[in-house]
């Protein structure tokens, strides 16, 4: 039972009804294993962003509320981090095949809630999912080392588990996004309490149904809801020992700081700008077609989408040719059959990316494709803009240095590889850069000198599978560990070492030292 909590104020947020109202469906909380309503004062709207049609409201988990789950977590990592590895890669593989069986239940309420097209969001699953899979390797992550230091003595090192971790999300992968963080921070004994977005929060609930359903104890995975008043109570409370956020710059800073200055770890994965280079050598087809998809797919709202291409030398004459592709895909509701751009998630984010466009022609750029205005028949009233195409930008205009995070593709124009390394290295974000070519010169000069995190080379979203880690960095990173894999799996533990020493003469070691003991 979630008992009844404080009154907590959310002036910030613009869509917010005071009470839920009768009969509309609400989102649950899931603390120590129970789904249970809120005590909310304050809640806020899910629409669907294709129809403006509710789908659910989102409480303001109360105070009283967000504690019961930080001391859910609490009571439930004593007996969690005892358990083998073993048993928590068995959950793992459980959880993953309960998380496969689901996929098309999941990507629907991603659709419903989100937008995105249908096949998309089953790549929202399929990425998070993969997540699942390699944390089935637990057993092979958590091994220490050991070595013989002296006679009859050794050092080996534990890896253990922090306690509870939390994690904030983002609304643009409401599947990918929690998987990158609960399942991680489970598989290394930890215990969690997770926050989805609060405009997106259906496909985390699904998660935590998921878990439940597979046996993962209770209090293990809890999941809060709500704005800056959660976020604020997780990066401040002593039981929470990490805080994992992805998100926008804004609040990344804030929770970053916030969370380090209350001792904890932070890893923040913030806002993007990501570049393509598209030289001349390049093989036409396959490069524009790959910049059309990466650019608008998921309408823009990606943190790896391709944001900005720079074409260099001749295949500047290609920019009209990218248009013609964008013009083609089909700007639909996210269910609709052969639909490719679904809408983007809010009102507010579709005007300001419509400002962005607008700045940009003030500013003495080409529109060359103008998505402003588009309206599917069947959807009038969603938060539609279709690809969009700005040529002949600078990096001094403003739809260059602002995250757009649409369907918009910024065109500028270089004369040489290493100019457009030069454009790219300046953009203070660094989360992913491609370069499309059939030189190996060019592509080897071009991944040794590229200061962003993530390379493709004739690849134009360079997320790494789990086996690897997501490695942006610059302005698009805070902290030193990053999401998933090997660094996901050290961010959530701590090594121990321990030095022992069991002397072959056994225990009649006949005289007492009263010298500092050395090693030799
Ligand atoms: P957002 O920053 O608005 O929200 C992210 C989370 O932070 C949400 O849970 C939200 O409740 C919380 N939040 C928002 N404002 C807050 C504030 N002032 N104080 C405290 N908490 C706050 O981000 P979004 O719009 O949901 O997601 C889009 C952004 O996320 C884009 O900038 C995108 O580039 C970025 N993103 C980055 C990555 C990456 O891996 N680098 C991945 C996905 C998304």
């Not at 590895?85 to 068995?90: D, K, P, S, T």
């Not at 509870?164 to 399942?183: Q, R, S």
């Not at 910024?410 to 491609?434: E, F, H, I």
């Amino acid at each position: 039972m979630i008992a009844l909590g404080a009154r907590v104020g959310l002036r910030s947020l613009q869509r917010r009804s005071v009470h839920a109202a009768a009969g509309a469906k609400t989102t649950k909380l899931f603390i120590n294993g129970e789904f249970g309503e809120s005590q909310a004062s304050t809640w806020l709207d899910v629409v669907n962003p294709a129809t403006q049609e509710l789908v659910t409201r989102v409480p303001q988990s109360t105070a009283h509320e967000l504690e019961a789950a930080a001391a859910s977590a609490q009571a439930a990592f004593g007996e969690w981090r005892r358990t083998s590895a073993l048993a928590r890669q068995r959950k793992m593989l459980d959880l993953q095949q309960a998380i496969r069986d689901k996929t098309d239940v999941l990507a629907r309420s991603i659709v419903e809630e989100q937008g995105k097209v249908l096949g998309d969001a089953r790549g929202d699953v399929m990425r998070g999912l993969q997540v699942v899979e390699d944390m089935a390797s637990i057993t092979h992550y958590m091994q220490g080392t050991r070595l013989a230091v002296a006679a009859d003595m050794e050092t080996y090192t534990v890896r253990e588990p922090l306690g509870v971790v939390a994690g904030i999300c983002p609304f643009n992968f409401p599947a990918m996004i929690p998987l990158w963080m609960f399942p991680v921070a489970l598989a290394t004994g930890n215990t969690c309490v997770l926050k989805p977005s609060e405009r997106d929060p259906g496909a985390a609930m699904l998660l935590a149904q998921l878990c439940n359903d597979v046996g993962i104890p209770r209090g293990v995975l809890n999941v809060v809801h709500g704005a800056r008043e959660t976020v604020d109570f997780l990066t401040a409370d002593a039981r929470v020992r990490a805080v994992s956020f992805v998100g926008g710059d804004r609040a990344g800073r804030h929770i970053y700081e916030r969370a380090t200055q209350h001792g904890k770890r932070c890893q923040a994965n913030l806002g993007a700008k990501n570049h393509a280079i598209v030289l001349p050598d390049a093989n036409k087809e396959q490069a524009l077609n790959a910049i059309t998809g990466a650019a608008f797919g998921a309408a823009g709202q990606r943190c790896m989408a391709l944001s900005v291409a720079v074409f260099v030398g001749g295949a500047q004459a290609w920019i009209d040719e990218v248009v013609d592709r964008a013009r083609a895909l089909r700007v639909d509701g996210g269910l609709e059959p052969g639909a490719d751009v679904g809408p983007m998630i809010t009102r507010e984010a579709l005007a300001r990316a419509e400002r962005l466009v607008q700045s940009a022609s003030d500013e003495g750029a080409r529109i060359a494709l103008d998505g402003r205005g588009v309206r599917p028949a069947k959807y009038p009233r969603g938060n539609f803009l279709g690809p969009t195409v700005i040529d002949r930008a600078t990096p001094a205009m403003q739809c260059y240095r602002e995250e757009i995070f649409g369907p918009v593709l910024v065109c500028l124009r270089a004369d040489s590889l290493d100019d457009a390394l030069a454009l790219v290295n300046a953009n203070p974000y660094g989360n992913g850069a491609s370069i499309f070519t059939r030189s190996g010169a060019s592509a080897a000069k071009f991944q040794a000198d590229v200061e962003a995190g993530q390379v493709g080379i004739n690849v134009p979203i360079p997320v790494p599978l789990p086996m690897f880690s997501f490695t942006g960095n610059k302005a698009s990173f805070l902290g030193d560990t990053n999401f998933y894999g090997r660094s996901g799996v050290s961010f959530y533990t701590q090594l121990k070492t321990v030095t022992s020493l069991w002397s072959k003469a056994d225990a009649d070691d006949r005289q007492a030292t009263v010298h500092m003991p050395t090693i030799h």
